[in-house]
């Protein structure tokens, strides 16, 4: 197969740039992640500075989801300016994210060379990514009605519902009318809830891992009805802020196996309830002059898209675990990177 303009990507000549063009693609964007090492799970204990309200001995399920829930709903933007994104294999970006409730959420990362390399965003009605080495040039969009459809062809290629991102990043709630199990009591003070979603795919579950004494959301897993892992999300280094008392963590890693999207968020300064800058230029989609508007939606935009591996290469900024690979063993991992025919 020649792939001609493609083969500076697959060669590695743009080196690590071919993973974040894989990851943001297939997983759609990004934030960090742990990866599980031949199926572990591994989840951090919060900081021992960390001080705030405690849930009673032994909770059971609905105190658990009203002390989560409680300070979730109040969070209502998010505003972090000094942010930053990394990847195995690609140098950090300082980057800018913002999120407003319900679905609105904008990451923007850029070097200090290079200016502005990524733009992923979602407003209540439609997500979009944007890669600006991305070969050949695109700005790729979808719209929430069109990507909930089950037939949809977005859903194959972004393979996580993007509204999950927000979810990645603690700001989730707990079904309390939902099908669960649980608590169950894990080592090393922490519980697990299993509840069960409804999706287009089937039902999915999802296993939050709470810690027991302070109530913070640890870990985040999404199953698909067949058991296989979608999507993981593991919280560090939680912040009760002093204004509000609201609780965020400050740094998130996002995993999603089957694209291969392993990706770090760090918060920096997150504030909690400011005002979102310029929400009329942040929610609207914009357009990159030279990047023609591609709908993921639409069958004849996806014609003669095949996937291609990409080796991942170099090492991650920070301390990010080794991930597994898309046959499930471990080490560096496969980027996948559609390509066109």
Not at 112 to 138: C, I, Y
Not at 173 to 195: K, Y
Request: with cysteine; charged share 15%; aromatic share 8%.
């Amino acid at each position: 197969m020649n792939c001609s303009p493609f083969s500076k990507l697959r060669s590695g000549e743009y080196g690590p740039l071919c993973g974040l063009v894989g990851r943001l693609r297939r997983g759609i964007i990004g934030m960090v992640l742990l990866a599980l090492l031949a199926g572990c799970r591994n989840f951090p204990s919060p900081q021992e500075s960390y001080v705030g309200p405690q849930l009673p001995p032994n909770p059971t399920f609905e105190q658990i989801a009203s002390f989560i829930n409680t300070n979730s709903t109040q969070i209502r933007t998010v505003v972090a300016d000094q942010a930053s994104l990394s990847s195995p294999g690609f140098p950090t970006l300082r980057s800018q994210i913002l999120f407003e409730r319900p679905w609105r959420l904008r990451i923007r990362g850029e070097t200090s060379l290079s200016g502005l390399e990524l733009d992923v965003g979602s407003n209540d009605e439609l997500f979009w990514f944007w890669v600006k080495r991305n070969e050949p040039p695109a700005f790729y969009f979808c719209r929430y009605s069109d990507y909930d459809n089950p037939a949809s062809t977005a859903r194959r290629v972004v393979p996580i519902d993007p509204r999950w991102l927000i979810e990645a990043v603690g700001i989730t709630e707990l079904d309390v009318n939902a099908p669960h199990e649980g608590p169950v009591p894990l080592a090393g003070g922490r519980l697990e809830i299993r509840t069960q979603r409804p999706t287009p795919d089937g039902i999915m579950t999802k296993v939050t891992v709470v810690d027991a004494q302070y109530g913070l959301i640890l870990a985040q897993y999404l199953y698909d009805p067949q058991g296989r892992l979608v999507a993981s999300a593991v919280s560090y280094d939680h912040r009760r802020e002093p204004v509000t008392g609201l609780v965020l963590a400050r740094t998130v890693e996002i995993n999603v196996p089957a694209s291969g999207m392993v990706l770090r968020l760090n918060l920096g300064n997150a504030r909690i309830n400011e005002p979102i800058p310029n929400p009329s230029l942040t929610w609207n989609m914009p357009v990159y002059p030279g990047y023609p508007m591609v709908n993921l939606a639409d069958p004849r935009n996806l014609s003669g898209i095949s996937v291609v591996a990409c080796p991942s290469r170099g090492t991650a900024q920070g301390p990010v675990a080794p991930f597994t690979g898309v046959e499930g063993g471990s080490g560096q991992g496969l980027t996948w990177l559609p390509i066109p025919q």
